[in-house]
């Protein structure tokens, strides 16, 4: 396995809780579950993507500013989980920062896929492909 895929594996994941956790009203035991799950996945996932992907790619002229725009966008993410933390999970309010973390996310995933994964593909060599994906899910367990 290579690094994208392990990469992808998670994205999915994280496709899948945030459209989930959007469909949930109030503040539910399944709302309270997803959410855990969420930022569990998002905590763990982006700790293990800069380990392992993005400081080696800061290294590389060709990969530097876009991975700086991703781990940005790994700020901006937790900002939206500091609000939703902070937020009634039974408001409205926390519904529309949940869409906009959702928003936010969904861009954030599809830029790494459709734009850096490209980049990186020309940066890494294949034994590096294959050693970051080794050490991105031991890390992500």
């Known amino acids: ?17 945030i459209g989930q956790l959007t469909d949930t009203e109030g503040n539910s035991e399944q709302r309270q579950l997803l959410y855990k799950q969420l930022k569990q996945q998002l ?5 293990a993507e800069e380990r392992y ?6 290294k590389d002229d060709m ?19 500091e609000q939703l933390d902070s937020t009634p999970m039974d408001s409205p309010q926390w519904l529309k920062i949940a869409k906009d973390l959702q928003h936010k996310l969904l861009h954030h995933l599809e830029e790494e896929e459709r734009q850096i994964f490209q980049l990186a593909g020309k940066v890494l060599t294949s034994a590096e492909k294959k ?11």
């Open 1 to 17: 396995m290579q690094i994208f895929e392990a990469l992808r594996i998670d994205h999915d994941k994280q496709r899948e809780l």
């Open 63 to 81: 990969t530097q500013e876009k991975s700086r725009h991703s781990i940005a966008e790994h700020h901006q993410l937790d900002e939206f989980i």
């Open 43 to 47: 905590f763990d996932h982006a700790v």
């Open 53 to 58: 992907f993005y400081v080696p790619l800061l």
């Open 131 to 141: 050693e970051l994906a080794e050490h991105y899910r031991n890390l992500m367990g």
